[in-house]
């Protein structure tokens, strides 16, 4: 009797620790709109995760179909997966039916984890490249960048993967709505999905494009993502959803697309004159004043005009 009470009191401060780790949900009121019927995106702050955004920086979206709902990216933690279901829950009482999770980084799909939690059933459909990069670790090193970009406030949060491939030519029917997926090759990483609902002239552009902030490229390729923006704009969508910013018409596409290019045509230009990257970025600058205001600007252009530089060398030889 006395081994079975120790454990219990063992085992109740346990799952009290555990909640206390959990850390609050997130502060700010944040709305969802609609963009669509029946299509609504939650758009995130732009920025980096940061203690005052609480992690929260991407756009959620989310379609409630007869079926039930489908999420697209749910954001980068518990909080902020409890956040869309408090949103949804504010426009439709179906369940949750499945979440498409655009790429690896984990501003994007962390939130996963509520989603799950609440509707055990759900289909998380991923490329099966993010699955085999969060089964090899991906996933608990985008919890520690969350943890410390945000001084603990994702506390509590734990990786739920995706359980259903999709790929290039996927097409998922939920409730009587298509959404065809498009995959083509190496884009902002190797496993980018966009999400198009031809009925609802709706295109989900994950990563692919940011509109008003610059986005990392590190795990990505300039070409690659002009060829998918391009793609994205021959479906005839209506309404893009960049990953971050704002929702738009195709210019959510057209502006980064030509972004991408123009960095990507001024590197090539000044490689054949052979100047080094270092000698590139001032003398191209001036022809990316239409994009100077756009958030993390300052911080990103040095390393996407090394990338390119990079990417132009690989292409040449
Ligand atoms: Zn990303």
Redesign the pocket.
């Known amino acids: 009797m006395r081994i079975f009470l120790s454990l219990f009191v063992v085992l109740s401060f346990f799952s009290q620790n555990v909640m206390a780790d959990k850390a609050p949900p997130l502060e700010a009121a944040y709305q969802a709109k609609r963009v669509a019927d029946d299509v609504f995106v939650i758009h995130g702050p732009k920025g980096v995760p940061s203690p005052e955004n609480q992690g929260f920086m991407n756009n959620p979206a989310f379609v409630v179909t007869a079926e039930g709902v489908a999420v697209i990216d749910p954001g980068s933690s518990v909080q902020v997966g409890e956040m869309v279901l408090s949103q949804i829950r504010k426009v439709t009482d179906k369940p949750v039916v499945a979440v498409f999770d655009t ?1 690896v ?1 984990g ?2 799909w962390l939130g996963n984890q509520a989603i799950f939690e609440a509707f055990p059933k759900v289909r998380i459909y991923a490329h099966p490249k993010m699955m085999e990069r969060v089964e090899k670790g991906a996933g608990a090193q985008w919890l520690d960048v969350m943890m410390d970009m945000t001084k603990g406030a994702t506390a509590g949060t734990r990786v739920v993967s995706a359980n259903s491939p999709v790929d290039e030519g996927s097409l998922i029917r939920i409730g009587g709505v298509e959404f065809h997926v498009l995959h083509d090759g190496k884009s ?2 190797d496993n980018d999905i966009m999400i198009h609902l031809p009925a609802k002239g709706v295109i989900f552009l ?2 692919n494009a940011g509109y008003g902030r610059m ?2 490229l590190n795990d990505g390729s300039f070409q690659g993502n002009i060829r998918n923006l391009n793609r994205a704009l021959a479906t005839g969508a209506k309404v893009f959803v960049p ?1 971050h910013g704002p929702t738009g018409g195709p210019e959510a596409a057209t502006e980064y697309r030509d972004y991408l290019q123009t960095v990507y045509d001024g590197v090539k230009e000044f490689f054949e004159e052979d100047l080094s990257d270092f000698e590139i970025k001032p003398k191209l600058l001036p022809r990316l004043a239409r994009w100077k205001g756009w958030t993390d600007f300052d911080s990103l252009v040095g390393s996407h005009v090394s990338l390119a530089y990079l990417e132009v060398e690989a292409a040449e030889f």
């Open positions: 790429h980084h501003d994007h902002h990483t994950g990563d986005l990392r990953g």
